[in-house]
């Protein structure tokens, strides 16, 4: 009986974290409903963000679609390049946030200092086709940006999220993820380094696959579920692709 009860909780252990794995959103299953198309793509670590994009060394030129998901309404958000450091002072900003009548708002700001109120600005670089759209609780920002890049390729990035009081933008929380939006890509290569994050998509999986052959590795009786979690890993997964 013991046995029997061992044998139901592993199962439905394993049911779990593979609904998990199905279900999980990663920027590479993801499709435009317009007819935008990105080479590249990463899995943001913190406030449910994606950053899609295809750069072209020859122009110097970064198409970009920044994704923001489990958004409300009464939320702005900010996808931000920062050519001089690491942090949020020197970033230069693109922000978004919906608008009273259904619209949305996407423009350009320079951030000089932490007191930033985000106004809108000219950037350090040339910014095209800017546009944002909100639905279904998702923002995503679409920009070229005119980027000839150094230092191997590598930029700094920032995003963030912040409330709304009517069409006015509040600051944004200085503790937990939002202090943790920072992020280093790669132009010149399809993998970028993410501080502390899954530089791509399936990254977070195999880390739980890890844990969780691991634990499994330990449970008697539990080897075939383990085996059909190891096929599970490596194939179906990428149907999503």
């Known amino acids: ?3 029997s009860s061992n044998l139901l909780l592993y199962l439905s252990v394993f049911i779990f974290i593979i609904t998990k794995l199905a279900l999980a959103q990663t920027c590479s299953n993801y499709k435009f409903s317009s007819e935008n198309l990105f080479e590249s793509c990463n899995d943001l670590h913190v406030l449910d963000s994606f950053i899609h994009y295809t ?3 020859s122009s110097g030129n970064l198409q970009v679609a920044y994704r923001h998901t489990d958004l409300t309404s009464k939320k702005w958000v900010a996808w931000a390049v920062n050519p001089t450091s690491t942090g949020m002072v020197g970033a230069q900003a693109i922000v978004a946030y919906p608008q009273p009548d259904g619209s949305v708002r996407a423009y350009t700001s320079p951030v ?3 007191q930033t109120s985000l106004q809108e600005g000219d950037l350090s ?3 095209s086709e800017l546009s ?3 639905q279904n609780n998702e923002m995503i920002i679409f920009a070229t940006l005119s980027l000839p890049v150094s230092n191997g390729g590598n930029i700094n990035t920032v995003w963030q999220d912040g409330s709304l009081s009517g069409t006015s933008l509040l600051s944004h929380p200085t503790s937990g993820k939002n202090i943790r939006s920072v992020s280093t890509l790669n132009l010149l290569s399809a993998a970028s380094g993410c501080g502390g994050a899954g530089a791509g998509a399936g990254a977070g ?3 739980l696959g890890l844990q969780v052959s691991s634990w499994a590795g330990n449970q008697p009786g539990f080897s075939l579920a383990l085996t059909v979690l190891s096929v599970s890993l490596s194939s179906p997964l990428q149907q999503f692709n």
């Open 112 to 114: 000089s200092s932490y």
């Open 125 to 127: 670089f040339n910014v």
């Open 55 to 57: 750069y072209n060394s």
């Open 132 to 134: 944002a759209t909100y």
């Open 1 to 3: 009986m013991a046995k």
């Open 205 to 207: 999986d195999s880390k």
